[in-house]
């Protein structure tokens, strides 16, 4: 017998490679581990109801009072007639068997298994997209949609003849004996002894164009599934067999006869989760190499020293920029459909922030070294591109407004390295000039992208708290961490860093409250402050060291009006706008300090 991780480790290195062409076939010992009894577990229990109907409620050993009783082994179908006649009866007695009542969903019984959840995850990142099981409960069903994947569900003739072609959609589950919640679901022997020729035909079609894992399957009872696995005489993908005990003779001959690789498993919740976790650490495996970030900083570096690069440099940029806005339009980032659950939402919420963050670093690395070292022919571009990524791609669902986090980065990692190199024309370009938004209108870039809008209105309590250090600042904390790094190669002292970063936010503040409020109001405002509202005002407070963000202000204003910011267009040019701004600007923050205190 072939070593049993080697196996596990060839169906994941095939799982990898081949996404989507293996497909599952689940049976009960899947469900086993939620407290969903077995079919041998119901019949025991049904031998139970029925002696008791017979005038016999105490026997000691099910089966063989039924064998002495009936003189034949004991029969799921033969008792599922007897108890319950009708559909509807059989139905209503299967509720009880797999519905969580309060008691059992406290306890975490009848819910998604890890192995529902590992699945599901197989699915989320595409290397499962057909899923054939006996099972008739609905737990697959609710781990997908716990993750955000709604499924197409065949279970019965009616929604076989009407669902979407299982090539054009994400998931399709065949439920071969019907869901509990169906008055047409097979138990006796005549119904799991044949399938329609319509779901014969299916089943062949999808026998010879997928592979197979099989798992938690006895192949005792389902005839016609074990006659339509029979029909397959096509080897072209591989079909894997994991089971937890030896396999009886029916499953033997069967295994045979498919070519199956037999996989011994301890149970089907660690051999779904660690096939789940190896294809991920393929996937992981497969990213990009770091060294590609540093090659496209010295690509830009080159393009922007001479003007003879100009047409490089823009064929870079937008090409890198393309591949970013395929990903963020792909499925990966899609909000329509999605079902994430209020308790759910925190845990999504970040790892959606984490996976923007993971496509980011190269593009950020381009646009921050092109404004770092611009020679005059990058604001445009820059300006231009950040105004196509501040458009959400998704109109509903659920992150919509999180889907401009790649752009705030951005806008952050540019607005950091133009206060770091005095490159005040391309903050202007970015800033000032109004930006179309979803709907139509024109808004400012400081309106659109600030954590306030991104997060949700409510940025202390989305984002990631780790590495930060202050309850009314957590996302401007989070994101110095989060940029310090890809910028360093620019920056590399992280105070230089932190300085600049606490100006370029008082300098989008101030902007903000100049564009969106051209008359001046006397009464209450909004503004978004950031981490410099509070981090200068304990060392600074008691000594007479202006702040970094005094210190630029001051050398600033002292040059009127051949300071470079404002001759790059900064409230008009005007040093008495300028003040007029940072008058009503530190007001305001003086009122949020005080109601903090």
């Known amino acids: 017998m072939p070593d049993q991780n080697d196996t596990l480790i060839n169906l994941s290195f095939s799982m990898h490679s081949g996404p989507g062409t ?33 005038g016999e409620p105490n026997i000691e050993n099910p089966e063989q009072w039924f064998k002495e009783k009936y003189h034949e082994d004991p029969k799921y179908s033969f008792l599922i007639e007897r108890i319950a006649p009708t559909k509807t009866d059989r139905r209503n007695l299967l509720k009880k068997y797999i519905e969580p009542n309060e008691e059992e969903r406290e306890q975490g019984k009848k819910v998604p298994t890890h192995s529902h959840k590992a699945i599901a995850q197989l699915v989320k990142i595409g290397a499962v ?40 959609s994400e998931c399709t589950i065949i439920k071969l004996h019907g869901d509990y919640l169906d008055t047409r679901i097979k138990n006796t022997p005549e119904e799991l002894a044949q399938y329609s020729e319509k779901m014969n035909a299916f089943l062949d079609r999808i026998f010879e164009e997928f592979g197979l894992v099989i798992c938690g399957w006895s192949a005792k009872w389902d005839i016609a599934l074990r006659d339509a696995l029979d029909r397959r005489h096509n080897w072209r993908f591989s079909t894997y067999w994991a089971h937890r005990r030896d396999l009886s003779i029916d499953a033997s001959n069967l295994k045979n006869h498919l070519h199956a690789i037999p996989i011994q498993i301890e149970n089907a919740d660690k051999f779904f989760q660690k096939l789940s976790e190896n294809i991920e650490a393929l996937t992981t495996f497969e990213r990009p190499h770091p060294l590609s970030v540093p090659l496209a900083i010295a690509l830009v570096k080159k393009f922007v020293s001479e003007d003879k690069y100009r047409v490089q440099l823009h064929d870079l940029i937008q090409q890198e920029m ?49 404004t770092y070292f611009d ?43 133009s206060i770091e190199s005095e490159n005040y024309e391309t903050l ?30 409510c940025p202390n309590k989305w984002i990631p708290q780790d590495n930060v250090n202050n309850s009314e600042t957590l996302s401007s904390d ?50 978004p402050i950031g981490r410099f509202s509070w981090c200068y005002n304990r060392t600074y407070k008691y000594s007479k060291i202006p702040t970094p963000i005094d210190d630029f202000l001051q050398k600033g204003i002292a040059e009127e009006k051949n300071w470079g910011f404002l001759k790059a267009g900064f409230f008009n040019g005007s040093p008495e706008r300028f003040d007029e701004c940072k008058t009503a600007f530190d007001n305001y923050l003086g009122q949020v300090r005080s109601k903090l205190q």
């Open 22 to 54: 293996l497909s599952l076939l689940l049976g009960s010992g899947i469900s086993q581990g939620a407290g969903i009894p077995t079919g041998w577990d119901i019949v025991l229990d049904l031998i139970q109801k029925l002696a008791t109907l017979e």
């Open 129 to 168: 997209r057909v899923i054939l099981t006996t099972n008739i409960d609905q737990l697959l069903e609710t781990a997908l949609k716990d993750i955000g994947v709604t499924p197409i569900v065949i279970f019965n003739e009616d929604s076989l003849e009407g669902a979407m072609p299982y090539v054009h």
């Open 322 to 370: 393309n591949k970013l806005c395929r990903e963020l339009n792909s499925d990966r980032f899609k909000t329509e459909g999605l079902t994430i659950t209020n308790e759910n939402f925190k845990v999504e919420f970040q790892k959606r922030i984490r996976e923007y963050e993971e496509i980011l670093p190269k593009i950020i690395g381009i646009f921050s070294t092109a």
């Open 375 to 417: 020679n005059g022919n990058t604001q445009k571009i820059i300006s231009k591109n950040i105004e196509r990524l501040a458009q959400r791609p998704h109109e509903n669902g659920q992150f919509i407004d999180l889907q401009r986090y790649p752009a705030l980065l951005l806008l952050y990692s540019i607005g950091v390295t």
């Open 428 to 457: 202007a370009a970015l800033l000032l000039t109004k930006k179309y938004n979803d709907y139509g209108r024109t808004e400012s870039i400081p309106k659109i992208l600030n954590v306030w809008e991104i997060f949700s209105n």
């Open 478 to 527: 989070y994101l110095l961490n989060e940029l310090h790094k890809p910028l360093s190669h620019l920056i590399p002292d992280y105070h230089q860093f932190e300085r600049s970063f606490n100006i370029f936010e008082y300098i989008l503040g101030l902007v903000y409250l100049d564009l969106e409020n051209p008359v001046l109001p006397n009464g209450q405002r909004w503004v």
